[in-house]
């Protein structure tokens, strides 16, 4: 078999990943999928989000990649997310494991027998239940929200605040629940995005 094949990078990983487990999320017209999603301002940036009635993000794992990264990588997803999952080739599956919390999902890539690259699921990801709602508020873009506190009937001398200030408004104004579905509403709403299309809003 050809090594050129037999290597397993990330641009590879992803694109299978896309065509193979996520393609009922791109012909959804219920769910957003897009790559590298913008977390904590710029803290890190998820590989892979899918946005339908809950958050799940996708960290991809490659042979070639270091985990150096992943402990930060894994505290800043479980802020936002209501699911996690790490997709791995078979070089980091017992490192992932034991770095990762008993929620999070872990998928393994690797080569079927004549070359295609396969994933099996490990684990199956569990529910977070220690989202962080301020870590939410801030996937949102500030004239977002901006306009949720307008409707929610926020003067403008509030408007016009800084957008952390605007985030802690938002957490005090709706419950998680509330400000999940308000953020999800958002993300899928959204069409010029700064730096990343969706790759799918669905077949609509």
Not at 3 to 11: S, V
Not at 25 to 39: A, C, F, I, N, Y
Request: hydrophobic share 40%.
């Amino acid at each position: 078999m050809d090594r050129k094949i037999r290597r397993m990078n990330d641009a590879l990983i992803r694109e299978h990943f896309h065509r193979q487990v996520l393609i009922r999320h791109h012909r959804s017209s219920h769910s957003l999928v897009v790559d590298e999603l913008g977390l904590r301002h710029g803290k890190c940036r998820a590989d892979i989000a899918v946005v339908n009635g809950s958050l799940v993000g996708y960290e991809i794992k490659s042979d070639e990649d270091s985990l150096g990264r992943l402990t930060d990588q894994v505290d800043t997803y479980s802020a936002v997310f209501d699911r996690a999952v790490v997709v791995t080739g078979p070089k980091h599956k017992k490192a992932v494991i034991s770095a990762l919390p008993n929620w999070w999902g872990i998928i393994v890539c690797h080569h079927g027998k004549r070359g295609a690259i396969r994933f099996e699921t490990w684990r199956a990801a569990g529910r977070n239940e220690q989202v962080d709602p301020v870590a939410v508020a801030q996937l949102l873009w500030k004239i977002e929200a901006v306009e949720i506190l307008k409707n929610l009937g926020e003067p403008p001398n509030i408007l016009r605040q800084r957008r952390s200030v605007l985030y802690e408004k938002l957490v005090d104004a709706l419950n998680l629940v509330q400000l999940r579905s308000k953020v999800r509403e958002c993300l899928r709403r959204r069409t010029n995005w700064r730096h990343h299309a969706p790759l799918s809003l669905g077949a609509g």
